[in-house]
């Protein structure tokens, strides 16, 4: 199939407790389960995500979690214990559009924001939108927000590892990735370090989303 972008590819290697939790909260599809490794694949446009998840999964034993079909993107989550088996799919799905992994997107980090001792108000507001844990007032929040969307997803996962945190807020699909963390300053900061350091690592094409 001619003209597919390649927007987001990567690869969770270990699903976090929480990052676990949250996606079971919203996946559409099958769940995933603790421990399990996970890809994310956004292309444009939005209907070729059929043929990238016709494509792995007949050639592997992963199970999708998500496949959202925008008018402009779609994207795929796949998710195994056997992280070879999750590796397989991305080839696959690679081999069968003639590309390579370093023709996605860089991820582009547009917010990153740290807001200490959180306003009752405020709170409540972000309770009320979240799909994760709750954040009380007082507490530091943490918000990132990043372009292609299904970074985010990465992103929550190695802040998880970094710190202890709650996950409040995560989406991986759309225009632009958001995510909502909740907890201390002092972990927050180093779920901020996280977060960017995992993103920062992803090599691809030049991302101009500030001209877009």
Not at 35 to 49: D, F, K, N, R
Not at 99 to 119: C, M, N, Q, Y
Not at 172 to 195: H, I, P, Q, S, V
Request: proline share 3%; glycine share 8%; with cysteine.
């Amino acid at each position: 199939m001619a003209g597919v972008e390649l927007r987001t590819f990567c690869y969770i290697d270990v699903l976090q407790p929480q990052t676990t939790g949250f996606l079971q909260t919203v996946a559409p599809g099958y769940q995933p389960l603790e421990g399990q490794a996970s890809l994310y694949v956004e292309v444009a446009p939005g209907m070729a995500i059929n043929t990238v998840t016709d494509t792995c999964l007949k050639q592997t034993t992963v199970t999708p979690g998500f496949m959202i079909v925008e008018r402009s993107y779609g994207m795929l989550e796949v998710h195994d214990f056997d992280q070879g088996q999750v590796r397989n799919a991305g080839d696959a799905i690679l081999d069968y559009f003639g590309i390579k992994e370093t023709d996605r997107l860089k991820p582009a980090v547009l917010t990153s924001e740290i807001i200490v001792g959180l306003e009752g108000h405020q709170a409540m507001l972000i309770n009320r939108m979240r799909h994760g844990d709750l954040i009380t007032e007082n507490q530091t929040l943490y918000v990132l927000e990043c372009h292609p969307a299904g970074y985010a997803a990465i992103a929550c996962n190695e802040a998880e590892k970094a710190a202890n945190i709650n996950v409040l807020e995560m989406v991986a699909m759309g225009a632009y990735g958001r995510l909502y963390l909740g907890g201390d300053t002092a972990n927050l900061e180093e779920a901020a370090k996280a977060c960017l350091h995992a993103l920062a690592s992803i090599e691809g094409r030049e991302n101009n989303i500030v001209s877009e």
